[in-house]
């Protein structure tokens, strides 16, 4: 579904620029195809996830922003959730924050 779609990349992008706030930094957005699978992952150059959050998972509101109601992430995975997908989040060895989304391709 395009819409939804656009949605939870909004979400995820906008994320990493609170994240960011008035800091200087590099926001990435990769895209990886593989025969039974698309591979999204965004990460950016912030503080990371906390620790709850990794080992916890998502769930809904909680939120580690200040202002957050911790329905983004939330909508993210439903979305992700419902075409069979998963979604993965992480902190690389730098401690910044990566989102990876795994899609089923169908032929």
Do not use: C
């Not at 195809?33 to 998972?57: A, V, Y």
């Not at 200040?66 to 939330?74: D, F, I, M, N, P």
């Not at 993210?76 to 989102?99: E, K, M, P, W």
């Amino acid at each position: 579904p395009e819409t939804e779609f656009r949605l939870a990349m909004l979400n995820l992008l906008l994320n990493s620029v609170k994240e960011l706030g008035e800091k200087s930094g590099v926001i990435r957005l990769a895209l990886n195809t593989q025969p039974s699978q698309l591979i999204i992952e965004i990460s950016d150059t912030g503080p990371g996830f906390p620790r709850n959050i990794i080992e916890q998972g998502v769930r809904p509101f909680v939120s580690y922003h200040e202002h957050g109601t911790g329905l983004g992430l939330a909508m993210v995975q439903r979305f992700v959730r419902s075409l069979a997908g998963q979604l993965t989040l992480a902190n690389d060895s730098h401690n910044h924050a990566v989102v990876t989304i795994r899609l089923p391709r169908r032929s």
